[in-house]
């Protein structure tokens, strides 16, 4: 009579103790988001911030290394293109977006430069 057998059935409080353990399973994922968010996406944001302002503020007389390696100075600036002579009578016209670094004018020389 009483051979048969009983199955559990999920009630309220077992349901909610099921989306708790769902809950606590993706909180490693959430961690490991946080992680890369704060050790490798917002560094590299905050770089390209830094360089877009740089390169924004660049102005006639700066130093200008471009992306190719080129080292000269700034004579022209536009809104989105720079002239830059390397030499004497050495001119060329680059998109403002190609520099890799600016060094304004007046500044001081490596220890290791003449």
Known sequence: MF??????????????????????????????FAIF???IIRPQQQRVKQHRAMVDAVKKGDDVV???GIIGKAVRVT???VEVEAGPN???VV????????????????????
Do not use: C, H, W
């Open 79 to 81: 809104d989105s293109e």
């Open 3 to 32: 051979a048969s057998p009983a199955y559990a059935q999920a009630t309220g409080g077992a349901a909610a103790a099921g989306g708790t353990a769902a809950l606590i399973g993706f909180l490693p994922y959430l961690a490991i």
């Open 90 to 92: 050495v001119r060329f």
């Open 95 to 114: 998109l403002k977006s190609t520099l890799a670094d600016v060094k304004p004018r007046g500044m001081p020389a490596a220890a290791n430069e003449k």
């Open 37 to 39: 968010y704060f050790l």
């Open 66 to 68: 471009t992306g190719g």
